[in-house]
C-alpha cells in the first residue's frame, strides 16, 4: 500500500550561488512518496541548478537535505545513487563511443564478470521494450551512431534499469524535447506506470500541456526560489504561464494575413532531398517562414545541412541565392565554442563586418553583442563572460542572435527551440516575424506543432523524402501527424 | 496501431549501422592488404616464411609501442615521449637488466609506476598530456644517455632466445601480433573496466556522474602505455641486440599515426587495438621494405616514408568520409 503523502525527499532552506548570480535562492521542496511532481520556470530560474543537488553533483551552500526522513550530510552523487536518486539530464549523459549495452555498464559497477555483455544488454533492451516498445535499438549500436531522439531513449531507459540499487525517484530534466510526440507520449504512459507502482517522480519540461497532463503537483520557479506550488488540476496553461511571469498569458496565434499568393517574392531556396522519388521539391521565396515537420530524424536536418553546404559553393542541384545562417539544433555538439566568450560566440558569423583591416574590432563586436543581448534579453551581467556561464535557453538565445545579427539573408533552424522556455519561445517567435517581414526567409525544422503555426508554408518529411506540402490554410496538428505516419498505418 | 506506427521509422537501421561500422573495422586490413599486393607484385618471393620473418621483424616494437599510444589515445591523451621512453627502455635492458636483473627488473617496473603518476600528475593539475609527455620525453632521453653514452651494451640472452623463436609453418612477427592484438582486444574493447576506461575518453562527466573515478581511469590508461612501452623495448632489444640511446627516436610518430591509420581518433575515446596492430603493421612494411623493393635509394627512404604516411593516412580520411556521406 503506498501512502501518497509520505515524504521521500525534503529540501529546506536549500541556497546555491555561482558567483554574484544566485542560482537558488532559499527553495523549500517535498517530494512525496509515488508522486509525480511538475516543475516549471523561465530558463535560468534555477531548476537545473536543483536538480544537480538532489543528484549529489552540486553542493548546496545552504540548507538541507532529508531523504526518506534522515537528513543527508557530505551528500555526493554516489551516496544519492545508493539512495535510489535517479536522473536524466538535459545534456546527454552517455558516453558516445560506446555502445548501447556498454553504457548501461557504465551505471552499474555490479555489472561484470563473465557473459556482462549478454546482461547489460538484456537489461537495457528490456528497458527500451517496456517503455518505447518498437524503438529499433540494439544493444550493439554505437551511441554515436543513432540519432538524437534515439539517444535519449537509451537515456531515458538507462535511469530505469535496475541490478543492486533501487529506483526510488526519477528526476527527468526536459526528457521529451528530443523526442517526437509519438515516444514522448509512450514514456509518458510509462512514467504513469511507474510512479502508480510507488516511485517517486520530479518532471521538468517546457512543454506545459506535459506537465499539465501527467503531474500531480506543481511547482513553478522564477529566480532561484518557488512561488507556486499546488495539485497540478488547479493549474491550466494560462495560469502557469503567469506564475512563470515575464510574458503574457495568452499563447500569440500566428497572424493570419495569409501572404497573398506564394511566388511574388524572389526565389531563394529551391531543393530537392536525396531520396525524394516524385518531382516534389522544397521552395522558399524572400520573406518567407517555411516549416520542416514530421517525425524527429527523418531527413529534415539533412536538406538544412545540404542547402547550407550549397550556400557555401559546394556543387549540388540545390539552388539558393543568398547568404545563409545556420541555428544548431544540437547546440553543445554544433552550436557553441565552450571556450569563448557569449560576445565572440555571437560575433563569430559576422567576422568581416566586424574587423578593421586584418583585426577583430572589440568595439564592434561588443556592440554586436549588446545589442542583442539587450533585444532578446540574455541573461548575464557582461557580454565578457564565458558562454558556458548561460543556461541552457541562454546559449540558444545567442546561437539565435549569431544567426540574426550576421548578413544572411537565409536562416536555417535546426529545431532550435528544443528545452527553450515558453517566454523565450514566445520572444522569438515574434522575432522571426519581424525579421521574414523584413525580407528574411527561414526555414525551420521543429518537432512542436505550435511552431509549425508560426510558418507561412509546411514540409512534412518521411523516410529523407517530402510527403506532404500544406499551406498555412491547410495546416492542421492533424494532417501533419497523419503525413508523418502514413506508410505504417 | 500504435507499435506498427512505431516500428515504420525504425525498420532498416540497425542494419545500416552494422555495415558502417564493419567498413570502419575494415579498412585498416584494406590498407595492409593494398601495401601487400604492392611488395607481392614488385618481389613476389618476398612473400614467403622467411620474407615475412625479415620483413615484420622491427613491427613487433612498432606494434607494442602502436598500442601502448592507443591506451593514451583512449583517454584523450597524448604520449609524445614513447620514442624515448622505448629508448630508455632499450639502454636499461642491454645495461642493467642483463648485468644487475634484480635492479633492472625494479627500474622497468619503477617506470610503469611513474607512468601511472604521469597520468595523476596530468588529471589532478589539469595538464595537457602533450606538454607533460613532450618535457618527459628530453628526460627519457637524457637519462639514456647517461646510461649509454656510446652505442653498445648486450641484450639478455633470455631475450635474444625469445626473439628468435622461428615456430612452425606461421612467421614469429605474425604470431607476435596476433598475441598483441588479442590482449589488447580483451583487455580495453571485452572486460567491462576496459568499457569504463574508454568512457573516460568518450564523455568523462558521464562516467565521474555514474560514480567512477576518472583519476583511477587515467592512471590505469597510462600505466598500461608504461607497460606497453617497456614491452616494446625489451622487443627492440631482442631484435637488434644491442641499444643506442636514440634507437626509439622515430616511434613517436609511427605509434601516433599507426593508432589513427588503425581507426582510433585523437578525441572521443575511440580506438581500435586490432586496427592499430595492423596500422603499426602497414606502417613497418610500407617504411623499409617497401622502399627497399621500390629501388629508392636510401637517402631518400626517409622522405618517402613520409609521404606514403601522407597518402594512406589520407586515403582513411577520404573513405571514412565517403562512406558517412552514405
Same mark, same amino acid.
Given at each position: 500500500?503506498?501512502?501518497?503523502?509520505?515524504?521521500?525527499?525534503?529540501?529546506?532552506?536549500?541556497?546555491?550561488?555561482?558567483?554574484?548570480?544566485?542560482?537558488?535562492?532559499?527553495?523549500?521542496?517535498?517530494?512525496?512518496?509515488?508522486?509525480?511532481?511538475?516543475?516549471?520556470?523561465?530558463?535560468?530560474?534555477?531548476?537545473?541548478?536543483? @536538480?544537480?543537488?538532489?543528484?549529489? %553533483?552540486?553542493?548546496?551552500?545552504?540548507?538541507?537535505?532529508?531523504?526518506?526522513?534522515?537528513?543527508?550530510?557530505?551528500?555526493?552523487?554516489?551516496?544519492?545513487?545508493?539512495?535510489?536518486?535517479?536522473?536524466?539530464?538535459?545534456?546527454?549523459?552517455?558516453?558516445?563511443?560506446?555502445?548501447?549495452?556498454?553504457?548501461?555498464?557504465?551505471?552499474?559497477?555490479?555489472?561484470?564478470?563473465?557473459?556482462?555483455?549478454?546482461?547489460?544488454?538484456?537489461?537495457?533492451?528490456?528497458?527500451?521494450?517496456?517503455?518505447?516498445?518498437?524503438?529499433?535499438?540494439?544493444?550493439?549500436?554505437?551511441?554515436?551512431?543513432?540519432?538524437?531522439?534515439?539517444?535519449?531513449?537509451?537515456?531515458?531507459?538507462?535511469?530505469?534499469?535496475?541490478?543492486?540499487?533501487?529506483?526510488?525517484?526519477?528526476?527527468?530534466?526536459?526528457?521529451?524535447?528530443?523526442?517526437?510526440?509519438?515516444?514522448?507520449?509512450?514514456?509518458?504512459?510509462? @512514467?504513469?506506470?511507474?510512479?502508480?507502482?510507488?516511485?517517486?517522480?520530479?518532471?521538468?519540461?517546457?512543454?506545459?500541456?506535459?506537465?499539465?497532463?501527467?503531474?500531480?503537483?506543481?511547482?513553478? @520557479?522564477?529566480?532561484?526560489?518557488?512561488?507556486?506550488?499546488?495539485?497540478?488540476?488547479?493549474?491550466?496553461?494560462?495560469?502557469?504561464?503567469?506564475?512563470?511571469?515575464?510574458?503574457?498569458?495568452?499563447?500569440?496565434?500566428?497572424?493570419?494575413?495569409?501572404?497573398?499568393?506564394?511566388?511574388?517574392?524572389?526565389?531563394?531556396?529551391?531543393?530537392?532531398?536525396?531520396?525524394?522519388?516524385?518531382?516534389?521539391?522544397?521552395?522558399?521565396?524572400?520573406?518567407?517562414?517555411?516549416?520542416?515537420?514530421?517525425?524527429?530524424?527523418?531527413?529534415?536536418?539533412?536538406?538544412?545541412?545540404?542547402?547550407?553546404?550549397?550556400?557555401?559553393?559546394?556543387?549540388?542541384?540545390?539552388?539558393?541565392?543568398?547568404?545563409?545562417?545556420?541555428?544548431?539544433?544540437?547546440?553543445?555538439?554544433?552550436?557553441?565554442?565552450?571556450?569563448?566568450?557569449?560576445?565572440?560566440?555571437?560575433?563569430?558569423?559576422?567576422?568581416?563586418?566586424?574587423?578593421?583591416?586584418?583585426?577583430?574590432?572589440?568595439?564592434?563586436?561588443?556592440?554586436?553583442?549588446?545589442?542583442?543581448?539587450?533585444?532578446?534579453?540574455?541573461?548575464?551581467?557582461?557580454?565578457?563572460?564565458?558562454?558556458?556561464?548561460?543556461?541552457?535557453?541562454?546559449?540558444?538565445?545567442?546561437?539565435?542572435?549569431?544567426?540574426?545579427?550576421?548578413?544572411?539573408?537565409?536562416?536555417? @533552424?535546426?529545431?532550435?527551440?528544443?528545452?527553450?522556455?515558453?517566454?523565450?519561445?514566445?520572444?522569438?517567435?515574434?522575432?522571426?516575424?519581424?525579421?521574414?517581414?523584413?525580407?528574411? %526567409?527561414?526555414?525551420?525544422?521543429?518537432?512542436?506543432?505550435?511552431?509549425?503555426?508560426?510558418?507561412?508554408?509546411?514540409?512534412?518529411?518521411?523516410?529523407?523524402?517530402?510527403?506532404?506540402?500544406?499551406?498555412?490554410?491547410?495546416?492542421?496538428?492533424?494532417?501533419?501527424?497523419?503525413?508523418?505516419?502514413?506508410?505504417?498505418? | 496501431?500504435?507499435?506498427?506506427?512505431?516500428?515504420?521509422?525504425?525498420?532498416?537501421? +540497425?542494419?545500416?549501422?552494422?555495415?558502417?561500422?564493419?567498413?570502419?573495422?575494415?579498412?585498416?586490413?584494406?590498407?595492409?592488404?593494398?601495401?601487400?599486393?604492392?611488395?607481392?607484385?614488385?618481389?613476389?618471393?618476398?612473400?614467403?616464411?622467411?620474407?615475412?620473418?625479415?620483413?615484420?621483424?622491427?613491427?613487433?616494437?612498432?606494434?607494442?609501442?602502436?598500442?601502448?599510444?592507443?591506451?593514451?589515445?583512449?583517454?584523450?591523451?597524448?604520449?609524445?615521449?614513447?620514442?624515448?621512453?622505448?629508448?630508455?627502455?632499450?639502454?636499461?635492458?642491454?645495461?642493467?637488466?642483463?648485468?644487475?636483473?634484480?635492479?633492472?627488473?625494479?627500474?622497468?617496473?619503477?617506470?610503469?609506476?611513474?607512468?601511472?603518476?604521469?597520468?595523476?600528475?596530468?588529471?589532478?593539475?589539469?595538464?595537457?598530456?602533450?606538454?607533460?609527455?613532450?618535457?618527459?620525453?628530453?628526460?627519457?632521453?637524457?637519462?639514456?644517455?647517461?646510461?649509454?653514452?656510446?652505442?653498445?651494451?648486450?641484450?639478455?640472452?633470455?631475450?635474444?632466445?625469445?626473439?628468435?623463436?622461428? +615456430? +612452425?609453418?606461421?612467421?614469429?612477427?605474425?604470431?607476435?601480433?596476433?598475441? /598483441?592484438?588479442?590482449?589488447?582486444?580483451?583487455?580495453?574493447?571485452?572486460?567491462?573496466?576496459?568499457?569504463?576506461?574508454?568512457?573516460?575518453?568518450?564523455?568523462?562527466?558521464?562516467?565521474?556522474?555514474?560514480?567512477?573515478?576518472?583519476?583511477?581511469?587515467?592512471?590505469?590508461?597510462?600505466?598500461?602505455?608504461?607497460?606497453?612501452?617497456?614491452?616494446?623495448?625489451?622487443?627492440?632489444?631482442?631484435?637488434?641486440?644491442?641499444?643506442?640511446?636514440?634507437?626509439?627516436?622515430?616511434?613517436?610518430?609511427?605509434?601516433?599515426?599507426?593508432?589513427?591509420?588503425?581507426?582510433?581518433?585523437?578525441?572521443?575515446?575511440?580506438?581500435?587495438?586490432?586496427?592499430?596492430?595492423?596500422?603499426?603493421?602497414?606502417?613497418?612494411?610500407?617504411?623499409?621494405?617497401?622502399?627497399?623493393?621500390?629501388?629508392? +635509394?636510401?637517402?631518400?627512404?626517409?622522405?618517402?616514408?613520409?609521404?606514403?604516411? /601522407?597518402?594512406?593516412?589520407?586515403?582513411?580520411?577520404?573513405?571514412?568520409?565517403?562512406?558517412?556521406?552514405?
Amino acid at each position: 500500500m503506498i501512502v501518497a503523502d509520505a515524504k521521500l525527499v525534503e529540501l529546506d532552506g536549500v541556497e546555491k550561488h555561482f558567483g554574484a548570480v544566485r542560482a537558488l535562492d532559499g527553495v523549500d521542496l517535498v517530494v512525496g512518496q509515488g508522486e509525480c511532481l511538475g516543475l516549471v520556470g523561465h530558463n535560468g530560474a534555477g531548476k537545473s541548478t536543483l @536538480m544537480h543537488v538532489l543528484t549529489g %553533483t552540486a553542493l548546496a551552500d545552504r540548507g538541507r537535505l532529508i531523504f526518506a526522513g534522515e537528513e543527508q550530510a557530505g551528500y555526493s552523487p554516489a551516496q544519492a545513487k545508493k539512495l535510489g536518486v535517479r536522473c536524466v539530464f538535459q545534456e546527454l549523459s552517455l558516453c558516445p563511443n560506446l555502445t548501447v549495452a556498454e553504457n548501461a555498464r557504465v551505471f552499474h559497477p555490479g555489472l561484470s564478470g563473465f557473459n556482462w555483455r549478454r546482461r547489460a544488454g538484456a537489461l537495457i533492451i528490456d528497458k527500451l521494450d517496456a517503455i518505447f516498445p518498437g524503438h529499433g535499438i540494439a544493444a550493439s549500436d554505437l551511441v554515436a551512431d543513432l540519432p538524437i531522439g534515439r539517444r535519449q531513449m537509451v537515456e531515458v531507459a538507462r535511469a530505469f534499469t535496475v541490478t543492486d540499487e533501487p529506483v526510488r525517484l526519477i528526476i527527468l530534466d526536459e526528457p521529451t524535447s528530443s523526442l517526437d510526440a509519438h515516444s514522448a507520449r509512450q514514456l509518458l504512459d510509462f @512514467m504513469r506506470r511507474v510512479v502508480a507502482e510507488g516511485v517517486s517522480c520530479i518532471f521538468i519540461s517546457h512543454l506545459l500541456g506535459e506537465v499539465l497532463d501527467i503531474c500531480d503537483r506543481i511547482v513553478v @520557479m522564477r529566480d532561484g526560489r518557488q512561488v507556486a506550488d499546488a495539485a497540478a488540476s488547479s493549474f491550466d496553461r494560462d495560469k502557469l504561464v503567469a506564475a512563470m511571469g515575464g510574458v503574457d498569458a495568452h499563447v500569440r496565434e500566428a497572424r493570419v494575413e495569409a501572404h497573398a499568393v506564394r511566388g511574388q517574392s524572389p526565389l531563394r531556396v529551391r531543393a530537392r532531398p536525396r531520396r525524394q522519388v516524385d518531382a516534389a521539391e522544397l521552395v522558399a521565396h524572400e520573406g518567407e517562414v517555411i516549416g520542416l515537420a514530421g517525425l524527429a530524424g527523418h531527413g529534415q536536418t539533412d536538406i538544412l545541412l545540404a542547402i547550407y553546404a550549397a550556400a557555401l559553393g559546394a556543387r549540388s542541384p540545390i539552388e539558393v541565392t543568398a547568404t545563409v545562417a545556420l541555428v544548431a539544433g544540437d547546440r553543445q555538439a554544433d552550436g557553441v565554442f565552450p571556450l569563448w566568450s557569449i560576445a565572440e560566440n555571437i560575433g563569430v558569423r559576422s567576422l568581416a563586418r566586424l574587423s578593421q583591416g586584418l583585426l577583430i574590432s572589440r568595439r564592434r563586436e561588443d556592440e554586436l553583442a549588446n545589442f542583442w543581448r539587450g533585444k532578446i534579453k540574455i541573461r548575464t551581467p557582461d557580454v565578457h563572460d564565458n558562454i558556458l556561464s548561460l543556461s541552457g535557453g541562454n546559449q540558444q538565445k545567442a546561437l539565435f542572435a549569431r544567426a540574426l545579427g550576421s548578413d544572411a539573408r537565409i536562416v536555417l @533552424m535546426d529545431d532550435p527551440m528544443r528545452g527553450v522556455d515558453v517566454g523565450t519561445k514566445l520572444e522569438v517567435y515574434d522575432l522571426i516575424r519581424e525579421e521574414a517581414d523584413s525580407g528574411r %526567409t527561414f526555414l525551420w525544422y521543429t518537432t512542436e506543432a505550435d511552431e509549425l503555426k508560426q510558418c507561412d508554408h509546411v514540409y512534412v518529411f518521411r523516410n529523407g523524402a517530402i510527403v506532404a506540402d500544406l499551406t498555412r490554410g491547410e495546416l492542421t496538428e492533424e494532417k501533419v501527424i497523419q503525413s508523418s505516419f502514413e506508410a505504417a498505418s | 496501431m500504435a507499435g506498427s506506427i512505431a516500428a515504420s521509422p525504425s525498420s532498416d537501421s +540497425p542494419a545500416r549501422f552494422d555495415l558502417r561500422r564493419l567498413l570502419r573495422a575494415l579498412l585498416p586490413a584494406l590498407s595492409l592488404a593494398l601495401v601487400l599486393t604492392a611488395i607481392a607484385w614488385l618481389n613476389p618471393r618476398a612473400i614467403s616464411y622467411f620474407g615475412f620473418t625479415l620483413m615484420l621483424n622491427l613491427a613487433i616494437p612498432i606494434a607494442l609501442a602502436t598500442i601502448a599510444q592507443m591506451f593514451v589515445i583512449a583517454g584523450n591523451d597524448l604520449d609524445l615521449s614513447i620514442g624515448a621512453f622505448v629508448g630508455f627502455v632499450g639502454c636499461v635492458t642491454a645495461t642493467w637488466l642483463r648485468d644487475a636483473p634484480l635492479i633492472g627488473v625494479a627500474v622497468l617496473l619503477g617506470c610503469i609506476a611513474f607512468y601511472a603518476a604521469l597520468g595523476a600528475l596530468v588529471y589532478l593539475r589539469n595538464l595537457p598530456s602533450i606538454v607533460v609527455t613532450l618535457g618527459m620525453s628530453f628526460v627519457w632521453q637524457g637519462l639514456a644517455i647517461l646510461l649509454l653514452p656510446k652505442p653498445g651494451g648486450k641484450a639478455p640472452d633470455w631475450l635474444l632466445a625469445t626473439m628468435g623463436v622461428k +615456430p +612452425p609453418f606461421v612467421p614469429f612477427p605474425i604470431l607476435a601480433a596476433l598475441v /598483441i592484438a588479442a590482449v589488447a582486444y580483451v583487455g580495453l574493447m571485452r572486460t567491462s573496466y576496459g568499457a569504463i576506461l574508454r568512457g573516460s575518453g568518450g564523455n568523462p562527466v558521464a562516467i565521474s556522474r555514474a560514480g567512477w573515478s576518472l583519476l583511477k581511469a587515467k592512471m590505469v590508461l597510462f600505466a598500461c602505455t608504461g607497460l606497453f612501452g617497456v614491452l616494446s623495448g625489451l622487443a627492440l632489444i631482442g631484435i637488434t641486440t644491442s641499444a643506442d640511446a636514440n634507437i626509439g627516436n622515430g616511434y613517436t610518430l609511427l605509434s601516433i599515426a599507426g593508432v589513427i591509420l588503425g581507426g582510433g581518433e585523437f578525441v572521443g575515446g575511440r580506438v581500435s587495438p586490432i586496427g592499430a596492430v595492423i596500422g603499426a603493421l602497414t606502417l613497418a612494411l610500407a617504411a623499409s621494405p617497401l622502399l627497399t623493393f621500390m629501388r629508392i +635509394p636510401p637517402d631518400w627512404q626517409v622522405a618517402a616514408n613520409g609521404a606514403i604516411l /601522407i597518402v594512406v593516412l589520407a586515403a582513411r580520411v577520404l573513405i571514412s568520409r565517403k562512406e558517412s556521406d552514405r
